[in-house]
């Protein structure tokens, strides 16, 4: 049974940085791409970015110049990192999989909320 | 970018009775590249369907997607207590963003 569980402080001073971590378990990390994905309480669901298992990257053009998503396939882990965060980002982080040959995140993370607060 | 309009905003209909969530993209996509979501308060989204119309591994098939283009449908054949909840529907071309819907919320009636 796949398991992805993030991890990472749930309360970040504004201008700062957000940095949280996904473990995988139960599968390899290699072969698949892997994603962060947000919503901010009581809103929809937005898609931050990707890093596929060799390390390269897709991000949310409305993110891009703030995000950076890095993996280390050694610990069975990826990270997001997210610079100069406002209010705007509080939101419950979720990490994805995205399924193998399919276009659709198959197994999810159970999500962390991060407030942006000082 | 890709933006999908989920309707109607809300449902609310009765266990046992047939639902039908609709979303439309601003432009055409690929059926290969449309899915939906289940998701419960406190929980992660559930993948339902994917590729327009395939059930992922566990989903009852009560549940089933249609559609081609622009216009896209989830249909649920028989309303579950357990089948209230939030629907979201996703795209995913190649070009980013990844996006989804803003979601229909089944209520009970």
């Known amino acids: 049974q796949v398991q992805l569980q993030e991890s990472g402080p749930g309360l970040v001073k504004p201008s700062e940085t957000l940095s949280l971590t996904c473990t995988v378990s139960?599968?390899?990390?290699?072969?698949?791409?892997w994603n962060w994905i947000r919503q901010p309480p009581g809103k929809g669901l937005e898609w931050i970015g990707y890093?596929?298992?060799?390390?390269?990257?897709n991000y949310n053009p409305s993110l891009m110049s703030r995000v950076t998503i890095s993996v280390d396939t050694s610990k069975s882990q990826f990270s997001l990192k997210l610079s100069s965060v406002t209010a705007a980002d509080t939101a419950v982080y979720y990490c994805a999989r995205r399924g193998y040959g399919i276009r659709a995140f198959d197994y999810w993370g159970q999500g962390t909320l991060v407030t942006v607060s000082s | 970018e890709i933006v999908l309009t989920q309707s109607p905003g809300t449902l609310s209909l009765s266990p046992g009775e047939r639902a039908t969530l609709s979303c439309r993209t601003s432009?055409?996509?690929?059926?290969?590249?449309l899915a939906w979501y289940q998701q419960k308060p406190g929980q992660a989204p559930r993948l339902l369907i994917y590729?327009?119309?395939t059930r992922a591994t566990g989903i009852p098939d009560r549940f089933s997607g249609s559609g081609s283009g622009t216009d896209f449908t989830l249909t649920i054949s028989r309303l579950e207590p357990e089948d209230f909840a939030v629907y979201y529907c996703q795209q995913y071309v190649n070009s980013p963003p990844i996006t989804f819907g803003q979601g229909t919320r089944l209520e009970i009636k």
């Open positions: 139960g599968d390899s990390i290699n072969g698949y791409y």
């Open positions: 590729g327009a119309s």
């Open positions: 432009q055409s996509v690929s059926g290969t590249y």
């Open positions: 890093i596929y298992y060799s390390g390269s990257t």
